[in-house]
């Protein structure tokens, strides 16, 4: 291990363990595991169960969009997690899409503090009145013929107005309903980032691919998926923004240019010096047969352009 930060905030704290180069992160994990476990029992018992991650450059979103749209903010952000996201996440070679920016919605409720204090109402009672309230059961089951028919009991809460109608407590006798002592508002919640997109209110989509799979290829079908969205809902465009896969293919074709051109110049120049047609088109046709097969034995044992590159 070389470093360990950690960022902490309300509810919420990230530890970041760096390694040094070389370390094999699945046996890394499992140590950092072993080592939670032992102090388990001394986080905070109301603690959601803590989540590891494992994270290098490979990981980083390959493709980052933007959405804009005239819909609502809350419409904009329920449509692209609903109908966009798992659409791009069951591109072959996407590992997960990231969404930020846009409105969620929130049912907000907001306590009369006045009238709290003076019926002397615990919240915890409330908050557990209106938990029990908006929750769907099993009623046990009937038989019908050969089968037997699961009963359930629906109780979610399907507008504002039964949530307001919740009975969340009693005052000598006399029930007390949510909207006597409180507000409740169909809302957003509190935006934390803000994305814009030509000027405008947008959403930000991160791409990133699977481990091992080829960039180029895992951006050039999700550039196709998110070309047949655009065309399917025309009140959504995706723009992309980021496009790392781009970078790779000027590299490609630069590389492609400059053997061409190489390749073009060296022939020139022996015929110039050999003045014998026949040895020079002997040279020229071993140029590409020597870039073919070195190619073709890259291909074969398994090597990238990256590793050719490093090593010469």
Same mark, same amino acid.
């Given at each position: ?70 819909l609502d903010p809350i419409q904009l952000r329920k449509t692209i997690d609903e109908q966009i996201k798992y659409r791009l996440e069951r591109v072959p070679g996407v590992a997960s899409v990231d969404v930020r920016g846009g409105l969620e919605r929130e049912i907000r409720v907001s306590l009369y503090t006045n ?90 989509? =991160?791409?990133?691919?699977? *481990?091992?799979?080829?960039? &180029?290829?895992? #951006?050039? +079908? $999700?550039l196709a998926e998110v070309q047949k969205i655009n065309q399917e809902m025309k009140q959504i465009e995706l723009i992309p923004i980021i496009d790392s896969s781009d970078y790779i293919k000027?590299?490609? =074709?630069?590389?492609?240019? *400059?053997?061409?051109?190489? &390749?073009?110049? #060296?022939? +020139? $120049? ?43």
């Open positions: 291990m070389e470093e360990i930060t950690s960022e902490s905030s309300e509810g919420n704290s990230v530890v970041q363990v760096s390694f040094f180069w070389g370390t094999d992160l699945d046996v890394a994990v499992n140590d950092v595991r072993d080592r939670l476990d032992r102090i388990i029992s001394q986080l905070p018992k109301e603690m959601d169960r803590r989540r590891l991650m494992k994270f290098d450059p490979s990981s980083m979103p390959i493709l980052i969009m933007g959405a804009s749209s005239s009238k709290i204090k003076a019926l002397n109402f615990p919240l915890n009672e409330i908050l557990n009145a209106i938990r029990a309230a908006n929750i769907t059961q099993p009623a046990g089951s009937i038989k019908r013929g050969h089968y037997d028919v699961t009963i359930r009991t629906p109780g979610q809460y399907s507008s504002v107005g039964e949530i307001g109608e919740t009975v969340v407590a009693s005052f000598q006798g006399v029930p007390v309903r949510l909207k006597e002592i409180a507000s409740v508002e169909d809302t957003a919640s509190k935006p934390t980032t803000i994305v814009r997109v030509n000027g405008g209110p947008g959403v930000h989509l =991160a791409v990133t691919k699977q *481990s091992g799979k080829n960039t &180029g290829e895992v #951006a050039r +079908l $999700v000027r590299s490609i =074709a630069s590389v492609g240019s *400059s053997a061409f051109y190489g &390749g073009g110049f #060296a022939i +020139l $120049v022996l015929l110039f010096f050999l003045r014998n047609f026949a040895s020079t088109g002997i040279i020229a046709i071993a140029i590409p047969t020597s870039i073919i097969a070195t190619f073709a034995l890259m291909y074969f044992a398994g090597f990238t352009m990256n590793m050719m590159t490093l090593g010469g």
